[in-house]
């Protein structure tokens, strides 16, 4: 009864040896070009301020980050404004006691600022700021904003800057200025963090400072989201502003701690007590792609997201990007490649080898071409894009970037596409793959044989009676005990299995097109098959998009067996 299983086995590893590719075989994607600075000049809100009103001795970056006096008195932007143009709102707290602490049922004033793409002659003038940087094209008193005439509406970017930050602080402005240089309107609140809770959480040194302070920072991080959303509200709803932004097209741009801000205003709960519960801050459906720099996903000892990061679990499947410094401390990779791996949607995590914590010069063009490019394909479902960031894996020049987590899902299908859903039986050792809606969901209800689950994995293909790319053959052998599926575009492959008498075949499953050499052209996805080599007694094919999904099944000891279709995005 053995001899079966091992003719079975003899096969396909015979496949396998024909199909395998050396790995010197690059994909014409993996290292991509810079993005630098934006076709678009910019222009931005007012920040007018009367500088005499720092005393001697402070600096109005203070000011700027709420930094309060040694005795405690607050310090805000407020009151440095000069001009009533600056948007000044006052946010509701909601009388939560477990999220806001000491500031439940409260307000807090918080500032806002705006940059946004211009044309080349707009007639603002810069607003010099005392750390040397400036305001480009910058409104003041009643000026409106002057929206580039390239398009109607822009897509809108919220930009939460780190814990101690403001928009205008540091390098914060020009990464600002540069996101508006590719057509977003960036809108940034002044957090001003230490109004609320002037701690940090950055080792086990300061746990007990915060266990004695824990409600404050519970606070502070709650409150920003809050900030966050009543900006979108205010830009959304505003004269100048309301008429030239794309309400469905919100993005979110996260450093440090902003990074944890936009998750949370996409739905993951927030750490809450010492014993590591989580409750939800809010959940708003307006924002689409989170991205972020350094992100602050807590600490080893002390997540963001609830015990073991759970919390994620809550959020809206909006796509995240993650990029982290290995060398950072404040904000630890493991820590937030802990929550990136709990996420189902789109999501990639980029390592920075050697970055510590703050803006890493030598890495701009990757921290920017990442994000950008993220944007591109989530944000503005530019299919191309997305195909791109399926297949990056490096930005050329600048640090040294690599992916750690990532997944592209496919862009929903129109026309004569079809999506091609991954399904695993735990019992039967078993995956499989449908392009038909109709038989996935007799797998979800478990119709004909239970115990079929989503793996959250997928691919776009054609359809099998499209016009485009080549029929892809599926059989199925059942003999002896043991069950496989086997799916191939290679006419040799099927015409060896149309031999075999141990094999069936079940239908044409779709359409893809066959890669040249381990390439797939411009515009497409790539997708790899790797081969279990028989463990568990029954042979397995797994076909996957994910670069750290192939990586694990490799470790498993699953064979890489190469690029097997090249598909839509």
């Known amino acids: ?23 010197s075989r690059a994909d014409s994607l993996a290292t ?22 720092v005393p001697p001795g402070e600096n109005a970056e203070w000011w700027w980050e709420g930094v309060p006096t040694e005795d405690g008195t607050p310090r805000y932007l407020t009151t ?33 600022f705006v940059c946004y793409p211009t044309d080349a002659d707009n007639p603002y003038a810069d607003y010099a700021l005392p750390t040397g940087k400036s305001v480009p094209h910058m409104q003041r008193g009643g000026d409106p904003p002057l929206f580039a005439s390239a398009r109607a ?11 101690g930050g403001s928009p205008i602080s540091g390098d914060y402005v020009s990464a600002l200025v540069l996101l508006a240089s590719h057509g977003y309107a960036v809108v940034a609140p002044f957090h001003g963090d230490q109004r609320i809770a002037n701690l940090r959480l950055e080792d086990a040194s300061d746990l007990l400072n915060a266990i004695a302070n824990f409600s404050k920072f519970t606070a502070m991080q709650a409150v920003r989201p809050l900030a966050l959303a009543a900006a979108l509200d205010h830009v959304l709803g505003s004269p100048g502003w309301k008429d030239r932004l794309d309400a469905t097209q919100v993005a979110g741009f996260g450093a440090s701690q902003g990074g944890e801000s936009l998750m949370l205003m996409a739905g ?36 963001a997201f609830g015990r073991d990061q759970g919390g994620v679990d809550d959020m809206r499947p909006v796509p995240v990007l993650a990029i982290s410094g290995t060398a950072d401390t404040t904000a630890p990779i493991g820590t937030t490649e802990q929550a990136m791996r709990r996420l189902a949607q789109s999501r990639i995590l980029v390592a920075l080898e050697g970055v510590e914590h703050g803006f890493d010069d030598a890495s701009r063009d990757d921290i ?68 038909d809606a109709e038989e996935a969901a007799m797998l979800d209800a478990g119709v004909i044989v239970p115990g079929w689950r989503r793996t959250g994995f997928a691919f776009k293909a054609w359809d099998r009676d499209d016009a485009s790319g080549d029929a892809s053959c599926r059989y199925f052998t059942s003999r002896s005990g043991v069950y496989s599926h086997f799916y191939s575009i290679w006419a040799p492959e099927c015409a060896i299995l149309a031999a075999d008498p141990l094999w069936r075949f079940e239908a044409q499953a779709f359409r893809a097109t066959r890669p040249s050499a381990e390439d797939c052209p ?48």
């Open 1 to 23: 009864m053995t001899r079966l299983p091992l003719r079975i086995a003899a096969l396909l590893a015979s496949l396998a040896l024909a199909l395998a590719v050396p790995a």
């Open 32 to 53: 991509v070009p810079p993005l630098q600075g934006g076709p678009y000049a910019v222009g931005c809100s007012s920040v007018e301020q009367d500088f005499s009103r």
């Open 80 to 112: 440095l404004l000069s001009t009533s143009a600056t948007p000044v709102l006052t946010i509701p707290v909601p009388d939560d006691s477990v999220l806001y602490g000491p500031h439940a049922g409260t307000s807090v004033p918080v500032v806002i």
């Open 153 to 163: 509406r822009w897509p809108v970017l919220l930009y939460s800057h780190g814990y």
């Open 268 to 303: 993951a709960k927030l750490t809450v007590s010492v014993g590591l519960s989580s409750k939800q801050v809010m959940s708003d459906p307006r924002l689409k792609v989170v991205t972020s720099y350094v992100p602050y996903f807590g600490q080893p000892f002390f997540p």
């Open 368 to 435: 920017f071409t990442w994000t950008l490019r993220f944007l591109l394909a989530h944000l503005q479902d530019d299919r191309s894009a997305r195909a791109t960031l399926q297949r990056m894996e490096r930005v050329a020049g600048g640090g040294d970037d690599r992916r750690v987590v990532d997944y592209t899902a496919p862009a929903p299908a129109s026309g004569g596409e079809r999506i091609v859903v991954e399904f695993q039986n735990d019992e039967l050792a078993h995956f499989f793959y449908t392009a």
């Open 522 to 569: 411009a515009g497409h996805m790539r997708v790899t098959r790797v081969y279990n080599l028989m463990d568990g007694g029954a042979p397995n094919h797994r076909f996957l998009t994910s670069a750290s999904e192939i990586a694990h099944m490799a470790d498993e000891d699953w064979l890489v067996e190469g690029s097997v279709f090249c598909t839509p995005p």
